[in-house]
């Protein structure tokens, strides 16, 4: 935290010196999606205004450039989360990634009898996806539960693991508990049951010194709009011998080596899970966001923002009838909330006359909601742009807007 002047690292997000209703903005809405630095802004003004063409097509010199920005991209996001770049599949978001091992790896494995867990605390986005392929192939999702701070029961995930269970998928961060699950200890267990594992690092990719490597998983999944790259972004990184086995999901340009009536060969991986034109722009944009990350060194980031969640969640305490949702003892800078008597859209929507920027709602976390016993939640949602200033001037109006809704 001392090394950087977080001053200036703020002024280097535009959008940030904004106001809203006439306010200056506090925006704490980062879980949802990052607002971009500068830097990130003019690398895809840059790419349209100067190389745009297609990737992997064309021999001139913008087909060329456009190539080799593209593979830039993947590159520096694969050094980032030191794995290799053919093992990264670059996609939509983390929705798409998903899709991508659901579709792909489970849907032609697995069989009635099968069992895929997930856990309570899942974003619809690691729900759904599974609930197609189980109805497709009979296999059936068993569910880990939370103990009352929000953190997964191990042991009872561990004894949810039994010899049915083909698979494992889990959020490494929740992004409404801000709960930071042990992966890298839930993923050695289920190997050793040879288990595959899934982890949704949404929330954990632009908050955390992230070594997926490290994690010990089969597929990692990231989205880019919320570490500071552009809407649209994403990745999926797969073992090698996983994505060679994988049939592709979506066919087109791009993705092949040979085509005739008669059967296509495909492209090797990735590029076999690369059909289409992709977004290059947002692409090189992501690849921007990485080198700015970089620069300021996630170390400093996750510094920053376990400082700014405990001056908040201190403030927010203080204040009367609140009630926190979600205090692991690992946890991101993520806080979901209730103030007793008011509604929490009705909260938000005051705040947002006062420039304070939430989210209210389910969260498209419906399952964690039921297990809480509410409908919506409020949650301010941190990034290291952020002030201990606003954290303040955030609970000075959620007192004022209280006291209109009493
Ligand atoms: N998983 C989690 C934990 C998330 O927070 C989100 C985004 N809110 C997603 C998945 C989906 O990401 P995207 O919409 O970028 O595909």
New binding site residues.
Partial sequence: DSTIDWARVRADFPLLTRQVHGKPLIYFDS???GQKPETVIAAVDDFYRHHNANVSRAVHALGTEATDAYEGARNKLAKFFNVRGDELVLC???????NLVAYSWALPRLQPGDAIVLTRM?????IVPWQLVAQRTGATIKVAELNERGELDLERLYALLTPEVKLLSL?????VLGTVNPVREICREARKRGIVTVV?G??AAPHRVLDIAAVGCDFY?I????MSGP?GT?ALWARREHLAAMPPFIGGGEMIKEVRFEGTVFNDPPHKFEAGTPNIAGFIGLGAAVDYLSSLGMHNVEAREQALLAHATEELSKVEGLRIFGEAKEKAAVISFLVEGAHAHDLATLLDLEGVAIRSGH??AHPLMHHFGVAATCRASLAFYNTHDEVEAFVAALRKVRKLLA
């Fill in positions: 879980a949802n999606t939509s978001g983390t929705t798409f990634a998903l899942e974003h619809h986005a690691n959020a490494h961060v929740s992004n949704d949404s929330q999944a989205t880019g709009h919320k809407t994403g969260h498209c």
